[in-house]
């Protein structure tokens, strides 16, 4: 298989387990998406193993480094925006009081985590 051929493929995949997984969320079951899930990561596991070659070059690294980069901060940024405007609004509306939570975890563990990843990734000389 090529890998363009596999690029669409794997975007094919990824369509598919999102709408099977709203669909199936949104009528109460969460079983089933559970299982989807566990195949569409096999699918695309065997399918990558069928790839002929793969091309990747300095560019293309670069590039999607950069692209990491910005989802991290728009990530971080909104992240710490909403935890921010759901706690003051937590006074009004206790409701709002776990979004908050939540979203500052989320903001704290992606951040966590890039910081440990990065410095194993520096220290190896990656």
């Known amino acids: 298989m090529q890998y363009k051929k596999y690029r669409a493929f794997k975007i094919g995949v990824v369509i598919a387990l ?13 079983v089933v998406p559970l299982i989807a899930f566990v195949v569409a ?4 596991f065997f ?8 091309q990747n070059d300095e560019r293309v690294e670069k590039i999607g480094g950069k692209a990491a980069r910005w989802v991290l901060t728009v990530l971080a940024l909104g992240g710490a925006g909403a935890s921010i405007v759901f706690t003051a609004l937590a006074k009004n509306y206790p409701a709002l009081q776990i979004p908050a939570y939540i979203a500052s ?5 992606v951040l966590v985590g890039y910081s440990v990843l990065f ?3 520096n220290r190896r000389g990656e």
């Open 119 to 121: 410095y194993l990734f």
């Open 47 to 54: 399918a990558s193993r069928k790839v002929d070659q793969i």
């Open 41 to 44: 990561v096999a699918i695309v």
């Open 105 to 109: 975890g989320v903001v704290w563990f």
């Open 18 to 30: 999102a709408i099977t997984i709203s669909s199936f969320v949104s009528a109460g079951d969460f």
